[in-house]
């Protein structure tokens, strides 16, 4: 069972900045993608952003410039540092965490997801 926890969220004016942190944990063995997604009212969960574990990152059009991802792969954890946020970057951001963990009979693949943190750009 590995858990996602992520924080940070909150309001901000437009323009503002925002830090998302995530922190996965449990018996991980190896993690491969951890990524941002984020779903608006009334709209599919999108991706925001992806950092894979050999280093590739990849961006939505909509955040390129704008977001950046970083990753520890020590920690098991992912940030999103969030700039010149517009309203339309409302949105709840879940965390993703995809790889292997360990149980009693071996390996088992794990993709798992954080109750999401709530962000809102509004002057």
């Known amino acids: 069972q590995v858990q996602v926890d992520e924080s940070g969220g909150g309001l901000v004016q437009p323009g503002g900045s925002l830090r998302l942190s995530c922190v996965a944990s449990?018996?991980?063995?190896?993690?491969?993608?951890m990524a941002w997604y984020r779903q608006a009212p009334a709209k599919q969960r999108e991706l925001v952003a992806s950092y894979r574990s050999d280093g590739t990152t990849n961006y939505a059009d909509s955040v390129k410039g704008r977001f950046t991802i970083s990753r520890d792969n020590a920690k098991n954890s992912v940030s999103l540092q969030m700039s010149s946020l517009k309203p339309e970057d409302t949105a709840v951001y879940y965390c993703n965490a995809v790889g292997a963990g360990s149980t009693r009979s071996g390996y088992l693949a794990f993709d798992s997801w954080g109750q999401g943190t709530q962000v809102t750009v509004s002057s």
């Open positions: 449990g018996s991980i063995v190896s993690m491969s993608t």
